[in-house]
C-alpha cells in the first residue's frame, strides 16, 4: 500500500476490483471441481484452475497499482487460495491424478496454517502478513499440481508436464514449509506481545 494512502479507507473497503477478483476466484471453485471430478471435461477443469490462479496475481497487482488493499482483501485472498488448492487436490484424489500423500502435505499443512490464523484472529483480534515465500511457494503448487494432474489424465505432452510437474513440486513443499516456518515465528511474537 502506498505510504500516502489513507489507511482507514483502505482498511475498510470492501467493494473492490481485487476483492471483486477474489469473490469471483471463490465462484469459479466449484465449476472447475465439477470439470475435473466427470469424466471428460478434465482440461476444461484445468484451464480454468489456471485461469483462476492467474487471478490471484492480478488480484494483488491491481490492489498495490491503485492502492486499494483493504483489510477484507489480505484475508480473503489467502483463504481464496486454500480454498481453491483443498478443490483441485480433493476433485484429483476422487480422478486419481494424484497420491494421496502429495495431497496431504498441502491439505495438512494448509488447514493446520488456517485454523491457527482463525483462532489468533478471533482471540487477538490480529492476523498474520501473508509471507512472500508463501505467495511463491502457493504460486509454484499451484502451477506444477494442474502439470501432474495433465499427465495423469494423459493430456497432450503429458510426459513432459509430469516431469516438470514432479520436479518443482518438492521445490513448492520446501517453499510451503519455510513459509510455514516463519509464520510460527510470527504467531510466537504475536502472542509475546500480547502478553
Known sequence: MNANADPNRASSAILTIPNLLSFLRILMIPVFFVLIVHEGTELA???LVVVV???DWVDGYVARRTN???ELGKLLDPVSDRLAIAALLIALLIRGAIPLWAALLIIVRDVAVLVVGLALLGTQGRRIDVRWVGK????TLMATVPLIAWGSFDLPFAETATAIGWIF???GIAEYYAATWMYIGDMRAMLRAAA
Open 45 to 47: 477443469g484445468l484451464v
Open 53 to 55: 490462479m492467474a487471478t
Open 68 to 70: 486499494s488493499v483493504s
Open 136 to 139: 511463491v511457494g502457493t504460486f
Open 169 to 171: 513440486f518438492p521445490v
